[in-house]
């Protein structure tokens, strides 16, 4: 797979374990609003659900706020008062999302060296834009990509006005590029027109994720060559079932999920990254490079 000119790379568990980072955070949060509230655990958690399935993002901000518990408890507060009635909930998600994001073993030092041979990095993701550049920002990569191919951002406001508007002008704009909801994994145009974009033959590129059924699916049905980061679909069974709980993924969502893994169940990445993401170097014949990595 050498002579690569760029490397589309996947970001959530791929470059960083996002199932161990988010799901312990928003239980954490979870847990403090059903203390404050005072309501029942689980029927908030229902809640969280359906905000989560009507906005179609577990990570939709401020979720906490439009639940029906929490409108119901707070009946004629202003916003203001309830974000300050429920910041010890806010405080406990940030608190476990600075214990827990952080990125797999060599993902920096790889980039660098990936960097290094003028191979250009871009970032594709089916996250929305605030959740991405939020965790761009906090792990300190976004000097790695030249451009970030994220979904939409959320149609939402944030309940701070200044502090919105503060975020968005931190936004590096000339890196981000919006997909619209229907641009979605494994849709091979999708990959097509990132390839298009930055002028890359599909040959001279090479596309890393850590999902069989989307991302390398994705890679096979727009013939751009494929490596699998196995290390990053390994996760906590408790953990993922904690976070199918308060999934945005609808009945529908999930039936397509198991057709498009019965599809993907005999594709062949091109190459297998079974343990690290350094083994990325070997991948795009970089693999003299190793020995300038601490391991």
Same mark, same amino acid.
């Given at each position: 797979?050498?002579?690569?000119?760029?490397?589309?790379?996947?970001?959530? !568990?791929? $470059?960083?374990?996002?199932?161990?980072?988010?799901?312990?955070?928003?239980?954490?949060?979870?847990?403090?609003?059903?203390?404050?509230?005072?309501?029942?655990?689980?029927?908030?958690?229902?809640?969280?659900?359906?905000?989560?399935?009507?906005?179609?993002?577990?990570?939709? #901000?401020?979720?906490?706020?439009?639940?029906?518990?929490?409108?119901?408890?707070?009946?004629?507060?202003?916003?203001?008062?309830?974000?300050?009635? $429920?910041? #010890?909930?806010?405080?406990?998600?940030?608190?476990?999302?600075?214990? !827990?994001?952080?990125?797999?073993?060599?993902?920096?030092?790889?980039?660098?060296?990936?960097?290094?041979?003028?191979?250009?990095?871009?970032?594709?993701?089916?996250?929305?834009?605030?959740?991405?550049?939020?965790?761009?920002?906090?792990?300190?990569?976004?000097?790695?990509?030249?451009?970030?191919?994220?979904?939409?951002?959320?149609?939402?406001?944030? #309940?701070?006005?200044?502090?919105?508007?503060?975020?968005?002008?931190?936004?590096?704009?000339?890196?981000?590029?919006?997909?619209?909801? !229907?641009?979605?994994?494994?849709?091979?145009?999708?990959?097509?027109?990132i390839c298009t974009r930055e002028g890359a033959e599909r040959e001279a590129v090479a596309y890393i994720g850590d999902s069989i059924a989307r991302?390398?699916?994705?890679?096979?049905?727009?013939?751009?060559?494929?490596?699998?980061?196995?290390?990053?679909?390994?996760?906590?069974?408790? $953990?993922?079932?904690?976070?199918?709980?308060?999934?945005?993924?609808?009945?529908?969502?999930?039936?397509?999920?198991?057709?498009?893994?019965?599809?993907?169940?005999?594709?062949? #990445?091109?190459?297998?990254?079974?343990?690290?993401?350094?083994?990325?170097?070997?991948? $795009?014949?970089?693999?003299?490079?190793?020995?300038?990595?601490?391991?």
């Amino acid at each position: 797979m050498g002579n690569k000119q760029l490397l589309v790379c996947d970001l959530d !568990n791929t $470059l960083y374990d996002w199932v161990s980072y988010f799901v312990p955070s928003f239980y954490a949060m979870a847990d403090v609003a059903t203390q404050i509230t005072g309501c029942d655990r689980e029927k908030l958690l229902d809640d969280f659900r359906q905000v989560h399935q009507k906005h179609g993002d577990s990570e939709h #901000p401020f979720a906490l706020l439009e639940t029906q518990v929490v409108k119901d408890r707070y009946r004629g507060w202003s916003v203001q008062s309830i974000l300050k009635e $429920l910041d #010890p909930a806010f405080h406990a998600f940030n608190s476990a999302r600075k214990a !827990n994001l952080k990125l797999h073993p060599y993902v920096r030092q790889t980039l660098d060296l990936i960097t290094a041979a003028d191979i250009k990095i871009v970032a594709h993701t089916e996250s929305k834009l605030y959740g991405v550049v939020d965790r761009l920002n906090r792990l300190d990569l976004f000097h790695y990509f030249s451009r970030v191919y994220c979904r939409e951002r959320s149609k939402s406001v944030h #309940p701070n006005a200044q502090s919105a508007s503060d975020w968005l002008a931190r936004i590096p704009a000339d890196k981000i590029v919006e997909l619209s909801h !229907n641009q979605t994994k494994p849709d091979p145009t999708v990959l097509l027109e990132i390839c298009t974009r930055e002028g890359a033959e599909r040959e001279a590129v090479a596309y890393i994720g850590d999902s069989i059924a989307r991302d390398i699916l994705m890679a096979k049905r727009a013939n751009v060559p494929s490596i699998w980061a196995k290390y990053g679909a390994q996760h906590d069974p408790e $953990l993922y079932k904690k976070l199918v709980r308060i999934s945005h993924w609808t009945t529908e969502e999930v039936a397509r999920e198991i057709s498009l893994k019965e599809e993907a169940k005999n594709i062949k #990445p091109d190459f297998v990254a079974e343990t690290s993401f350094i083994e990325v170097l070997a991948a $795009l014949d970089l693999k003299r490079s190793v020995r300038h990595v601490a391991v």
